[in-house]
């Protein structure tokens, strides 16, 4: 496959010298892409926890400086009253290259499902740090932890698009201040809307219907690529009876301790039940190993997951379809002039057994209570493999 590219290229010299970038990348991509082995650990017992339990407006807001190697989005998933499913996510990163994007994807009712990337300009992007306020040309993610507005356009996104509110109906959440750090390096995650109702409208080839339903938003950032710090991560988010409940379990690579980070929150309109983070408060375990979605060298990952309170609280999740599952290298873009050897980069990275999936179920799920109540609920299961 190699040679069919270098064959290519009119240009001997820059062919020649590309084969050979390529094959050092296959000897040294796991270097390049999950860092050095010699890392700070993550030290769960020592994380920072100074903001207290309310979440402010401002920490919706903008929360890097794009240096270098920061990261940030807003994303924004709902399920419609019709069937459908709406995924949105508002990006800015600074690795390569300043860039600028949205994704989306639209699975309808009848199951068929749509992705499309947009990039723009810096000229053509806003960010506000006192709120979220977030502006990429005529699409808008923007709002004040109680309500917000999200906005695509459907001339960015050939005749796709919506104009949806979202208004939250429990708090927002943070474990401890939200930040997981290690070392100097962190990874940070604020649930503004855990679970929040949704209306307005969405338009599918070009025709525009008004539409209802429920949704989540959550705002992520971070000063360092992700597989650097964890291997993988399972995240869900669901409803049972008057219940919200939001789980994860990050896996850190073994050059930051290789040990699991446990979090879960529950809550309803009126109160938090749980907050708690850390092994010291949390169980969790796994089964049902997840076959024929990943090659023979993945790393095995489990459709069923369970987590345990020390207060007696527990959530049984079993993820029962799949409705996204994404090899990550062949959906992602790169900025230019890189993208033009995309091929050639995808398999270095292969060839060095690196190949990070995405998968999402549809879930069902018990949530029991401190008292032992029971109750049956839905939701959404994401296992995010990185290496």
């Known amino acids: 496959m190699i040679a069919k590219y270098v064959c290519n290229f009119k240009n001997g010299r820059v062919a020649l010298t590309f084969f050979t970038m390529s094959l050092f990348m296959l000897q040294s991509c796991s270097t390049i892409y999950l860092g050095s082995s010699n890392q700070q650990y993550f030290d769960e017992i020592n994380q920072p926890n100074e903001l207290g339990e309310v979440v402010n407006i401002w920490e919706d807001g903008a929360r890097t400086d794009d240096s270098k190697n920061q990261f940030e989005w807003w994303y924004f998933d709902a399920e419609l009253e019709d069937g459908s499913l709406v995924v949105a996510y508002f990006y800015k990163v600074h690795f390569l290259k300043d860039q600028f994007f949205i994704g989306f994807n639209y699975t309808s009712p ?40 999200i906005k695509l356009d459907p001339k960015n996104f050939d ?34 809307v855990p679970n ?23 705002h992520n ?57 850390g092994n010291s408060e949390l169980l969790t375990m796994k089964n049902s190993l997840i076959k024929d979605f990943y090659p023979k060298r993945n790393e095995p990952q489990f459709s069923n997951f369970s987590i345990v309170s020390v207060d007696n609280f527990s959530v049984q999740i079993s993820g029962n379809q799949v409705i996204d599952n994404i090899e990550i290298f062949d959906r992602m873009s790169l900025p230019m002039p890189f993208n033009l050897f995309k091929p050639i980069i995808n398999l270095a990275f292969k060839g060095s057994n690196i190949d990070p999936f995405y998968t999402r179920f549809a879930s069902t799920f018990k949530l029991q209570l401190r008292d032992g109540q029971v109750f049956d609920g839905t939701g959404v299961m994401e296992i995010m493999d990185l290496q």
């Open 159 to 192: 005749n796709f698009g919506f104009d949806l509110y979202l208004e939250s109906s429990v708090k927002p959440y943070r474990p401890q201040d939200g930040i997981i750090r290690a070392g100097d390096d962190y990874f940070a995650w604020l649930a503004a």
């Open 110 to 149: 009848k199951g068929e499902d749509f992705f499309q990337l947009k990039y723009f300009n810096r000229s053509d992007v806003f960010f506000e740090k006192d709120s979220c306020n977030v502006q990429m040309k005529n699409n808008l993610f923007r709002g004040n932890l109680s309500k917000y507005e």
């Open 196 to 218: 929040g109702k949704v209306s307005g409208s969405i338009t599918v080839d070009g025709k525009t219907k008004n539409i209802e339903g429920t949704g989540y938003h959550d």
């Open 221 to 277: 950032w971070g000063n360092t690529p992700l597989q650097k710090l964890f291997k993988s991560w399972t995240w869900f988010r669901g409803q049972a009876g008057p219940y919200t409940v939001i789980l994860s379990e990050l896996n850190a690579v073994n050059s930051r301790g290789g040990f699991d980070i446990p979090i879960l929150y529950v809550a309803d309109e009126k109160q938090v039940y749980v907050n708690k983070f």
